[in-house]
């Protein structure tokens, strides 16, 4: 088993709010840019540019209970797991992410790790705080994006 890191931050916003914002891949370049410099859909399956490379991207769900797993395959064969989560904390939500530390990664890639999920934590409070985050599906307006 590898040792796991969860890294938080609590949201003014509802729970139900932060879970569809998240789970809609077109919002990935607003708040989680460590992870995402753009992203594309191709046929029902979505390819991420990480600044390193392309890699695909899969949501798990249910979304409407919170739950924002997520699968980023890097290679046919390497997929990476990510446990995510939205819960209620009070009127607001809880953001949890879980990284996993595999054997072969240095603590120093770990911290690089952490510091980069926590940074987008708060750009994602930041964004959600500020009355600027809806799925982009709805910000795009009638018609898409």
Known sequence: MNPTITLS???AS???AVAAFVADPRNLPHWAGGLCRSVRQVGDDWRIDTGEGEVGL???GP???GILDHVITLSPDLQVQVPMRVVPNEEGSEVLFTLFRPPAMTEHRLQQDMALVQADLERLRQVMESGTG???????GPGGG
Do not use: K, Y
């Open 14 to 16: 509802p729970p139900m």
């Open 58 to 60: 899969h949501f798990s």
């Open 134 to 140: 809806m799925p982009a599906s709805q910000a795009a």
């Open 63 to 65: 979304v409407e209970h």
């Open 9 to 11: 931050v609590s949201i």
